[in-house]
């Protein structure tokens, strides 16, 4: 029997909901982005196998006033588990990589980037399609991050020093 195809209406878009700072926050969902964060999480499963804790979209609670982020990729440390509340942990997160939407870049590069070093998470990866490149935070150090790499799409990530362990590729990472 053939099977056919029926249209659906779908909406355009989808949305992410973030609470930063205590401010809530809806973005909608691109193909960019998510091209991107397949071109991220593919590598990871590669290197550690498809058992490995990762997650995109899925509420953390981290340092800072009133911030439930909801990260596009999160790598969790090998035996992490729910807190009481049924959420992750923050402690255990090793990895977190944002791609950017436009309207809401300045989360990213700023109060996100600082509750992140904050929770002492050891490698921050911000993808950015409009810019065209990638910002690699490492060393959380008193709140802040100290080392800041930028590597241009095209170029590889050289993240063999970091939890990661692994090469990420960036020449097929779309642009917006």
């Known amino acids: 029997m053939a099977r056919t195809r029926r249209s659906v209406r779908k909406p355009p878009w989808r949305f992410r909901v973030e609470i930063v700072g205590g401010n809530v926050h809806m973005t909608p969902q691109r ?21 490995v804790l990762v997650l995109s979209d899925v509420r953390i609670d981290f340092p800072g006033h009133e911030n439930g982020f909801c990260p596009d990729v999160a790598e969790l440390r090998d035996g992490a588990e729910r807190d ?22 300045a989360n990213d590069y700023g109060p996100k980037k600082l509750a992140y070093a904050a929770a002492e998470v050891p490698l921050y990866l911000v993808a950015d ?48």
């Open 129 to 176: 399609p409009y810019q065209g490149r990638c910002h690699i935070f490492t060393h959380p150090k008193d709140g802040d991050y100290t080392t800041e790499t930028r590597v241009a799409f095209g170029q590889e990530l050289d993240l063999t020093d970091t939890v990661l362990g692994l090469t990420l590729r960036t020449d097929a990472f779309p642009r917006d």
């Open 31 to 51: 193909d960019t982005r998510w091209a991107i964060i397949r071109r991220i999480v593919r590598p990871i499963e590669d290197r550690f196998g498809m058992d």
């Open 84 to 105: 009481d509340t049924g959420h992750w942990r923050h402690e255990d997160v090793e990895f977190v990589a944002e791609v950017i939407p436009q309207r809401t870049a």
